[in-house]
């Protein structure tokens, strides 16, 4: 987590903007980190993975900023930074890194820009996987807030993507396990953020009743 300064305040973003007009495309980061990936021994498939699941789940406009990056702890972290502080995105998704062997450092990259963690995500994030596979106690997935942006690191596998964002259906089609993504709009609108429309037959966003959708100018 980003250091308190002298006085015990926690720093706070240095990029100031103003909230975007609801008419402009909400601006979401996709960071596949991968060592071979990025020096091209194969082609990566985590942020074509993002991107075809966000296309079918989201129905509000938005562009998305990718990078292709090695298992750099330093570049992973300058990477979250300028996605963040001067893309000015309000979402970043992860993948690759979060697993227990040395090269794996994207969960501390993230925590060391963060601003707070947000343990349940990471909770939910596992507690999905397990259903497949045991060894995803082994994932060290985690979300954190820098400014009024929420980054989460997701698993590298496409499938795993998917399941994590989207959630577990049985047969028939009925949901088994909520995806984490229901509660990726909301955590948005509390740190003020733009409002994202979800498509319900793909994840349901939730919001209580009494979260207020901004008038369109």
Known sequence: MRAPDAGGARPTSSFHRETKPMSEPIRIGLVSISDRASAGSYEDQGIPALQDWLAKALRTPWSAHTRLIPDVRATIEHTLVELVEQV??????????????PRDVTPEATLAIADKEMPGFGEEMRRISL???????????????????????????PKAIRETLEGVRDADGSVRHVGIFAAVPYCID?????????????????????????QQA
């Open 88 to 101: 000015g995105c309000n979402l970043v998704l992860t993948t690759g890194g979060t697993g227990p062997a």
């Open 131 to 157: 259903n497949f596979v045991p060894t995803a106690i082994l994932s060290r997935q985690l979300a954190v807030i820098r400014g009024q942006c929420l980054i989460i690191n997701l698993p590298g596998q």
């Open 190 to 214: 509390l740190i003020g953020g733009p409002w994202i429309d979800t498509d319900a037959a793909v994840i349901k966003a939730f919001r209580p009743k009494s979260a207020i959708r901004p």
